[in-house]
T-cell receptor
């Protein structure tokens, strides 16, 4: 079974600094997609960034970038220039084997300090 | 585009009553909708997948007679928690997908409290 692992339950980061959130996945499928979502205290799930297994370049979206290391099966999220509004829970998720179901990691709570 | 709404956003009910939650894709047609459940500080757990016009597919351990899902149109899916009990109190989130090749768009969630 495919699995997404996030090993950091919580992290603190100083405002304006960068933070890296770890995500590893376990699959033998050649085709898969990896996602990062942000969930603030309001509960809504906000899509941040997507990386396909065949994508040659690391995905970037504004202050978010995905450090995709295929051989290590990792897809870490980097948030640059952290802002107070970045405080939230962050989930790594994946779709595997042409299955449209999303498998979620346990999540990482990020707290940005002023 | 790709906006998904849920109604209600909050519901408090007495034990034994049934609660219906609606999930709507506002600006696109969703061939597939998903229902998740989330307990505080935990991850999302997929409950079921529903395709328009067909029966929902439930994940292992989810009681289909307890959580009734109807996907009557390409823009509406409903989740009914039947005979709700306090242990059903949770955050329920739906998502919608145009097709299998696209990402899922999430609704804002519904907080259910059963007294």
């Amino acid at each position: 079974a495919q699995k997404i692992t996030q090993t950091q339950p919580g992290m603190f980061v100083q405002e304006k600094e960068a933070v890296t959130l770890d995500c590893t996945y376990d699959t033998s499928d050649p085709s898969y997609g990896l996602f990062w979502y942000k969930q603030p205290s309001s509960g809504e799930m906000i899509f941040l960034i997507y990386q396909g297994s065949y994508d040659q370049q690391n995905a970037t979206e504004g202050r978010y970038s995905l450090n995709f290391q295929k051989a290590r099966k990792s897809a870490n999220l980097v948030i640059s220039a952290s802002q107070l509004g970045d405080s939230a829970m962050y989930f790594c998720a994946g779709t595997f084997s042409n299955d449209y179901k999303l498998s979620f990691g346990a999540g990482t709570t990020v707290t940005v300090r002023a | 585009g790709a906006v998904v709404s849920q109604h209600p956003s909050w519901v408090i009910c007495k034990s034994g009553t049934s609660v219906k939650i609606e999930c709507r894709s506002l600006d696109f047609q969703a061939t597939t909708m998903f229902w998740y459940r989330q307990f505080p500080k935990q991850s999302l757990m997929l409950m079921a997948t529903s395709n328009e016009g067909s029966k929902a597919t439930y994940e292992q351990g989810v009681e289909k007679d307890k959580f009734l899902i109807n996907h009557a149109s390409l823009t509406l899916s409903t989740l009914t928690v039947t005979s709700a009990h306090p242990e059903d109190s949770s955050f329920y989130i739906c998502s919608a997908q145009r097709n299998a090749a696209e990402t899922q768009y999430f609704g804002p969630g519904t907080r259910l409290l059963v007294l």
